[in-house]
């Protein structure tokens, strides 16, 4: 493998190409007319325009971006996240085209895409999933009946769905008939696909994902959780490994579960599985994401371990480096994602320059960023700036580091989660671990950080005036 095309932009397309360097692999960018001057075009050894800006005209060009990788005798393509990473149709016109796609085969990413599929596939191995069917349900008889059996509340999630996208709780029979039929309906509009399934509603879970790796010969590995619980809006904001929670006893129950999933798709590749927790500290499957994910770097972290450096090894045929005894959780690590939210106003997209971008160094500090000082973010894509990972012996030295380079981040233009993130790390449930998927809905309200924000400007407001008070004295020449 001597050439690798990046089949995506931002922090992550350099996150790749800095381990295909270290490799000795050839790197080659693509990008849209207004990433022209983007950091990840600067950085590949050679970058071509693949189309106009909004992302189906550049970014989701499948066909087009193995054109040009074939023109340019590329060996592989690494899709990143998000674009066509999960992109069944994409990986398979890879494969015939003589070119490797980094990631697992178009198969298993077929099956994990549907909730029902990867219920089916996975099935036969023993692994805890929420009590339910797995069975696409349009009946509504039928469906009174198997929710009376799992009792209410119950959840009526989208097959073809996705973060979050179609799911509705209902807390009694009587809503069941209108909720499953605008279910249905919103299913179709938005994935083509209306399937519907139902399971009993977890009220108060952890989401819990274990990092999987797996070679061509037959080997998985797990490489331990990461916890997910803090999110809004099923958009995740706070990452950990490992979990505040987890016994060494349900990791490796949970570490096992994983590889399951994995050998039960023929999986190729990192992969992640996501799980819910509850409050007995049960867990169930929830599904597959098969590739490469945003919050990837506190796994390497806390292993010592190089994920895209592993994808790379395996989709070049090679067995995986390291066996699982090798593994070990070592200290603790925390990552912020940075967007141009404003977390004032709702976290609407912050559009602007970003007139002052200065980013934190130092030990215990990584920063996988995309941007840099003087650059418009673009209206079309996903507003993610970077990525502030922290890495100390524990936990309390994780977040201290965090807040301390939350203060040292200083981007003026635009506003970002920032200080949501300084909330995060400072509020009593996150600091015991005591915390859930509604952490950010039952504790979070914008004048908190409003509030925050206020006192430091005064603050600010006050030194200037000492300032200014100091400098009258010593500048004030007396007159004669
Ligand atoms: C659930 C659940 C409770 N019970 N399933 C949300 C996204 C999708 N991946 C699955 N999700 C959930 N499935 C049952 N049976 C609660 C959620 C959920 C959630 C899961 C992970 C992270 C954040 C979440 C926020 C709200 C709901």
Redesign the pocket.
């Known amino acids: 493998m001597k050439k690798i095309l990046v089949a995506n932009r931002g922090e992550i397309a350099i996150r790749v190409m800095t381990t295909a360097r270290k490799m000795g692999i050839k790197t080659v960018a693509i990008y849209s007319t207004v990433d022209r001057n983007a950091p990840h075009v600067k950085f590949a050894d050679e970058a071509v325009c693949i189309g106009e800006a909004p992302s189906n005209q550049s970014y989701l060009l499948g066909s087009k971006i193995i054109e040009v990788a074939k023109q340019l005798n590329v060996d592989a393509i690494h899709p990143g996240y998000g674009f066509l990473s999960e992109n069944a149709d994409f990986a398979e016109e890879i494969e015939k085209n003589n070119i490797i796609f980094i990631g697992p085969k178009s198969k298993a990413i077929k099956i994990m895409g549907s909730k029902l599929a990867a219920k089916d596939a996975v099935k036969a191995y023993g692994i805890p999933m929420?009590p339910?069917i797995d069975q696409a349900i349009t009946d509504i008889t039928k469906a009174k009946v198997i929710a009376a059996e799992i009792g209410f509340p119950i959840?009526i999630?989208a097959s073809a769905?996705?973060?979050?996208k179609g799911?509705r709780v209902v807390e009694e029979e009587k809503d069941l008939e209108s909720q499953m039929n605008r279910a249905i309906s919103e299913a179709t509009s938005a994935f083509g696909d209306g399937s519907v399934f139902i399971?009993?509603?977890?009220?108060s879970?952890r989401?819990i994902e274990i990092q999987v790796m797996a070679d061509s010969h037959g080997n998985v590995i797990h490489l331990f959780e990461r916890e997910?619980?803090v999110?809004r809006r099923?958009q995740?904001v706070v990452e950990e490994a490992p979990s505040a929670i987890l016994t060494p006893e349900l990791r490796s129950k949970m570490g096992n579960a994983a590889v399951k999933v994995a050998k039960a798709c023929d999986y190729l590749g990192a992969g992640t599985v996501?799980f819910?927790l509850d409050e007995n500290h049960n867990f169930?499957f929830?599904?597959m994401n098969t590739r490469l994910q945003v919050e990837h770097p506190v796994s390497e972290l806390i292993t010592g371990t190089d994920l895209v450096a592993l994808q790379i090894q395996v989709a070049r045929g090679e067995k995986l480096p390291i066996q699982q005894e090798d593994l070990s959780i070592k200290g603790h690590a925390l990552e912020l994602r940075i967007y141009a939210e404003d977390p004032l106003n709702d976290f609407l997209p912050s559009v602007g320059t970003l007139e002052t971008y200065k980013i934190p160094i130092g030990k215990g500090i990584r920063v996988d960023n995309g941007f840099e000082e003087g650059m418009e973010i673009p209206i079309y894509y996903d507003p993610m700036l970077a990525k502030l990972i922290t890495y100390g012996t524990t936990r309390e030295e994780a977040i201290q580091l965090m807040l301390l380079a939350i203060e040292n981040y200083n981007i003026k233009g635009v506003q970002t989660t920032l200080p949501f993130g300084k909330f995060v790390f400072e509020h009593d449930a996150f600091r015991s671990g005591n915390f859930d998927?509604?952490f950010v809905k039952k504790y979070f309200t914008p004048d908190i950080i409003q509030s925050e924000i206020e006192k430091e400007a005064k603050i600010a407001a006050l030194i200037a005036m000492k300032q200014y008070i100091e400098d009258q004295k010593t500048l004030r020449i007396p007159t004669l």
């Open positions: 929420v339910g959840l999630k769905g996705g973060g979050g799911m399971e009993k509603y977890v009220a879970p989401h997910c619980s999110q099923h995740k996501e819910l169930y929830l599904e998927t509604h």
